[in-house]
């Protein structure tokens, strides 16, 4: 069966500090893959979304990037953390071969930036 | 542009019966999904409908009419741990789900 895995689970960053967070899918080949961030309240964003190694397209301009070195490996990253960017971010994994297609979230990483 | 409406907030009675609505505006349409969101954990999958019509899981069921660009998400015998936000979610036609801001669904004894 597919997992999804998501650490730290929680972090604490001053501001201008940079960020990486990691996401790793196992189980499944060839995965989309999905950052999305979620403020407190509200609905998902989506941030970046891979189709395959090194491919990312990026929804949302801001001070944050996305890297997929491996098929099954997603990293979001910040050279300076923002107060804004305080939310719970997400990682998801979909496969597009016969549908339904629905996304599948790892277990998130709540940041507040201070 | 892209669009989905959800209420913001419902209460409804534990054994009762809720039904959460949802419309959307897509450029494209590929389905219509609900998810499940328990306070301080991530979505999980709740339905995925693409043909107009109900579909029935358990006591959980969701309808969709693509017609009027609308959908709802039906809860029966509701209990203490449906208390949680659902999230409506419409895929474009790039296969990118649009996700609406969320219902909190509050259940009272």
């Known amino acids: 069966s597919q997992t999804i895995h998501q650490w730290p689970a929680t972090l604490v960053q001053p501001v201008g500090s940079p960020l990486s967070l990691e996401c790793t899918v196992e189980?499944?080949?060839?995965?989309?893959l999905y950052w999305y961030r979620q403020a407190a309240g509200r609905g998902l964003q989506l941030l970046f979304y891979s189709v395959g190694i090194g491919q990312i397209s990026s929804e949302v301009p801001q001070n944050l990037s996305a890297s997929r070195p491996q098929d099954r490996q997603f990293i979001l990253s910040s050279k300076k953390l923002l107060l804004s960017d305080s939310g719970f971010y997400l990682c998801?994994?979909?496969?597009?071969?016969?549908?339904?297609?629905?996304?599948?979230f790892g277990p998130g990483t709540r940041l507040t930036v201070t | 542009g892209q669009n989905i409406d959800q209420p913001t907030e419902m209460t409804a009675t534990e054994g009762a019966i809720v039904q959460i609505n949802c419309t959307y505006q897509?450029?494209?349409?590929?389905?219509l999904f609900w998810y499940q969101q328990h306070a301080g954990e991530a979505p999980t999958f709740l339905s995925y409908?693409?043909l107009d019509g109900l579909e029935e899981k358990g006591r959980f069921s969701s309808f969709l009419s693509r017609s009027k660009g609308y959908s709802y998400l039906l809860l029966k015998e509701l209990q203490m741990k449906d208390s949680a936000s659902y999230l409506c979610?419409?895929?474009?036609?790039?296969?990118?789900?649009?996700w609406g801001a969320g219902t909190k669904l509050i259940i009272k004894p």
């Open positions: 979610a419409a895929m474009d036609s790039n296969y990118q789900l649009i």
């Open positions: 998801a994994w979909s496969v597009l071969a016969g549908g339904p297609y629905e996304q599948y």
């Open positions: 409908n693409v």
């Open positions: 897509t450029s494209g349409f590929n389905g």
């Open positions: 189980g499944t080949s060839n995965p989309n």
